[in-house]
């Protein structure tokens, strides 16, 4: 089972809106309703910001949210602010042998 | 409050074993799988596997199957993640999650502080 594709980096300034992509196949991402996001600082464990493609966890501010269109799913993040830099990665259910599988992550960096 | 509190760091020579735990409180230890995730120096987050420590239900990804055990004691709501034979590879920060739901399908929703592996002759 290959990682989900994410872009390696990408950059908005303070106010702005920025995207991530998370694309996968139809065994895993295209096949379920069960994508989830996680924002990692460096040295941190990761924290979750949306499940089931776009439930957001109680305390994770709105300007988060989640989509999923086909095999690739989606995170946006609305009036990015400085907090936001992080290192994020999607996770998709894969079926019943593989469970789950992550993307390759994407290091978002406020301008 | 959900908590999974995870066992310190180890420092280990190849061929060792080695059993690092992941106790959880706040909630019923018994009604969520616990899953283990992997993140190598400077690299991504891997999935490793995934118990239900109610039954001991215990599936693996195929790239870390007979390569770890994992394994749940649930009188202590303690999980584990053991090996039987270490290697330099194996050098990485260890994370321990819970699942948002009693299924194995959406995500992890409250995680362990990682413990720190190195492996080192």
């Known amino acids: 089972q290959s990682a989900l594709t ?86 998709s259910y894969a079926g019943s042998y593989t469970l789950y599988v992550f993307g390759t992550g994407t290091k978002v960096t406020v301008l | 409050e959900v908590q999974l509190v995870q066992s310190g760091a180890e420092v280990k020579k190849p061929g060792e074993s080695l059993k690092i735990s992941c106790k959880g409180s706040g909630y019923s230890f018994t009604s969520y799988w616990i899953g283990w995730v992997r993140q190598m120096p400077g690299k991504g987050l891997e999935w490793m596997g995934i118990i239900y420590p109610g039954d001991s239900d215990t599936r693996y990804s195929p790239s870390f199957q007979g390569q770890v055990t994992i394994s749940a004691d649930k009188s202590i709501s303690t999980a584990y993640l053991q090996w039987s034979s270490l290697k330099a590879s194996d050098t990485a920060m260890y994370y321990c999650a819970r699942t948002t739901s009693e299924l194995p399908l959406g995500g992890f929703d409250y995680w362990g502080q990682g413990t720190l592996v190195t492996v080192s002759s």
């Open chain 1, 6 to 91: 994410q872009p390696r980096s990408v950059s908005g300034s303070p106010g702005q809106s920025v995207t991530i992509s998370c694309t996968g196949t139809s065994s895993d991402v295209g096949g379920y309703n069960y994508v989830s996001w996680y924002q990692q600082h460096p040295g941190k464990a990761p924290k979750l910001m949306i499940y089931d493609v776009s439930k957001r966890p109680s305390g994770v501010p709105d300007r988060f949210s989640g989509s999923k269109s086909g095999n690739t799913a989606s995170l946006t993040i609305s009036g990015l602010q400085a907090e936001d830099e992080a290192d994020y990665y999607c996770c």
